[in-house]
C-alpha cells in the first residue's frame, strides 16, 4: 500500500478552465438503456497499480474459496488489468472498461486527486455488448479518424491504456465521437501509486 497524507492543502486544479467542452475518461454518459448493465466485482490482490476508471480489464468468474483466501462471490468475481494471453488476438483478454460511475468507495487526496481503487476493493465495470458509451483515453494521433464511420477498426494500446490507430485487431467497440484535447484523463504514478489528472487529454466516447 502507499502511504498518504489526507491533511495536505492544495489549489483546486482545473476549476478555472474557460473552455469545458470535454470528455472525462472512464465515465458512461447518461443512458437508461444500459444504466443496469453497470457491474462490480472487486480488484485482485495480485494488482500492483490502482484502478482508476477507464482501463481494459478482464473480469473472472466468482469462487467460493478463491486462491487469496477471500470469498468474492458476494462481492463479484475477481477484476484485474487485462493482459495479452490469447494467442493471434491481442486483446484477447479484454471483456469490458473500468470506470468511476457510482464507485462511492474510491479514494482520493490532496497528493492523488483522481478516485482509484486499491488491491481489495470495489471495481464498476461495463463489459462488450453493455451498449454503454465510456469515454476512453487515446493517442492524440487517433484524432486523424474524425469524421470517419463509426465501425473503422481501432486497436487497444495495453501498455499505455489508450485506444492507438488499427495494428493487427480489432477492439469490438464503436467510436462514436472524438475530443483531441480538454478531456480529463487518469494518470498513474508507477513509482509512487498516485494518481493525478491530465486536464488536457485526448479522450473518444465509445460505444461498447
Do not use: H
Request: proline share 8%; glycine share 12%.
Amino acid at each position: 500500500m502507499y502511504q498518504i497524507n489526507p491533511l495536505a492543502q492544495t489549489n483546486a486544479a482545473g476549476m478555472f478552465n474557460v473552455e469545458t467542452d470535454g470528455f472525462i475518461v472512464g465515465t458512461a454518459q447518461p443512458d437508461p438503456s444500459a444504466r443496469f448493465a453497470l457491474s462490480g466485482g472487486w480488484l485482485l490482490m495480485t494488482e500492483t497499480l490502482p484502478m482508476v476508471g477507464g482501463i481494459a480489464i478482464s473480469e473472472y468468474m466468482p469462487q467460493e474459496r478463491p486462491p487469496m483466501g477471500r470469498p468474492d462471490v458476494a462481492l463479484g468475481g475477481g477484476i484485474g488489468r487485462a493482459t495479452v494471453d490469447k494467442p493471434g488476438f491481442a486483446p484477447g483478454s479484454i471483456t469490458g472498461f473500468s470506470v468511476f460511475d457510482q464507485n462511492y468507495a474510491a479514494v482520493n487526496t490532496p497528493q492523488s486527486p483522481c478516485p482509484s481503487i486499491q488491491p481489495g476493493g470495489q471495481v464498476n465495470f461495463y463489459r462488450f455488448g453493455s451498449g454503454a458509451r465510456v469515454a476512453l483515453s487515446i493517442d492524440p494521433t487517433l484524432v486523424s479518424v474524425e469524421g470517419g464511420i463509426i465501425t473503422q477498426q481501432v486497436s487497444w494500446d495495453l501498455a499505455g491504456q489508450r485506444l492507438i490507430a488499427f495494428a493487427t485487431d480489432a477492439l469490438p467497440v464503436k467510436i462514436l465521437q472524438i475530443k483531441a484535447n480538454n478531456c480529463m484523463v487518469p494518470v498513474i504514478n508507477t513509482g509512487n501509486g498516485q494518481v493525478t489528472w491530465n486536464y488536457n487529454g485526448a479522450a473518444a466516447l465509445c460505444l461498447l
